[in-house]
């Protein structure tokens, strides 16, 4: 069946540059790879493990309308018997997981990758789904009844993969008035409420827990502007780049921590913080800053390219201060305000390089999307 669409669409497939001989080989090249997969879609009474071939092969075939009635019959199957293996068979989803972060661990491609963090909305008729509500939909930019999952990405130059999530659940939705939608869409009985930076933290502990390499974890100001998910990212020795609003306030000398004696002779509970605090969105006019325009990646015209410079500044967290970098990416239209706890050696490249890569996230979201139907 492969060899015989494929050579229906013999221009195309040369257009990706793979010969006849070798696109024809694909199908068994896939059953090869299923192979090390498929012993975890079996259970104790059943082996339900050819659906799972048999749904990512219709899905890696079809061009549109992929859902689960369409597979089966582009695989002959039952689309009944393929919405049974995906919703209600008992295999292990978190067995197959590890089992990709396994191969993930040794593949050379991923060695040097960085951790992307980020979310992913999807947009839902009605209240049904689990976690669905009006919240902040990113891909239409307003608020909106969604879904949204918070995800983990390893990113490299040439390849990326999604490698944990987690469904967002509104506070809403641990009331009593949502007790009977929780049972209905199957939710686990003890969940409590978990912001998304809590959700991130998560997420980022376990896969250093899995011994999963990365060298620096990278997100948007959502997670970079939250200084609790900061001070955990440096407390377990992970490098963080954050992007933080322009009104973000830091100090070029370090500042003092104060609490002024009360009238009954004993420190107040406020802090005073003593020194010359700065918006970072001023210091992008700091004289003596040392700009450099590098280029970031290949894109659709070319090679993307931006401004960056950086400067060493003062972060107040509670009691404690700490000296991290303040990255700024300025392009034509905009500017960027990044801080990072990386080593004060690290060069500016690099710095840049980890920065940048945070879209990759966003269009393996939006493929999987595609792809999954």
């Not at 015989?4 to 896939?30: D, F, M, T, V």
């Not at 500042?255 to 005073?272: A, C, D, E, F, Y």
Request: glycine share 8%.
């Amino acid at each position: 069946m492969w060899q015989n669409e494929c050579y229906g669409r013999k221009k195309e497939i040369e257009a990706w540059g793979l010969s006849l001989e070798e696109i024809a080989k694909l199908g068994e090249r896939l059953a090869e790879f299923y192979r090390r997969f498929g012993q975890y879609f079996r259970t104790k009474t059943r082996d339900t493990s050819d659906y799972g071939l048999k749904y990512i092969s219709g899905l890696l075939r079809m061009e549109t309308d992929r859902n689960l009635a369409n597979v089966g019959r582009k695989t002959g199957v039952s689309g009944q018997n393929l919405q049974h293996f995906m919703s209600n068979s008992p295999w292990s989803n978190e067995a197959v997981i590890l089992a990709v972060e396994d191969e993930i661990k040794v593949h050379p491609a991923f060695q040097e990758a960085i951790l992307v963090l980020d979310e992913s909305a999807e947009e839902k008729a009605g209240a049904h789904s689990a976690g669905a509500g009006r919240q902040h939909n990113g891909r239409l930019g307003k608020i909106e009844m969604s879904q949204v999952g918070v995800f983990l990405a390893l990113v490299t130059p040439k390849v990326c993969t999604w490698i944990d999530g987690e469904l967002y659940l509104p506070q809403a939705w641990f009331e009593d008035s949502h007790a009977e939608d929780r049972k209905k869409t199957g939710l686990p009985e003890g969940l409590t409420f978990q912001t998304k930076p809590e959700l991130g933290w998560q997420m980022i502990k376990r896969t250093q827990e899995r011994q999963i390499p990365f060298a620096a974890v990278t997100m948007d100001d959502l997670y970079g502007r939250n200084e609790v998910l900061r001070q955990k990212l440096n407390g377990a020795g992970i490098e963080y780049y954050g992007d933080i609003p322009g009104n973000t306030r830091v100090y070029l000398e370090k500042p003092q921590i104060l609490h002024p004696l009360t009238k009954r002779g004993v420190p107040s509970k406020l802090r005073q913080i003593i020194g010359t605090a700065y918006e970072v969105r001023d210091l992008r006019q700091k004289s003596g800053l040392e700009w450099q325009t590098l280029q970031l990646r290949t894109s659709a015209r070319g090679y993307l390219e931006a401004q960056f410079t950086r400067i060493r500044v003062w972060v107040v967290y509670g009691e404690e201060t700490r000296q991290e970098w303040l990255l700024i990416r300025q392009e034509a239209t905009q500017a960027t305000y990044v801080l990072s706890n990386a080593p004060e050696i690290i060069d500016l490249k690099t710095m840049a390089w980890r920065k940048t890569h945070r879209y990759l996230i966003e269009r393996s979201n939006q493929d999987a999307k595609d792809e999954f139907g």
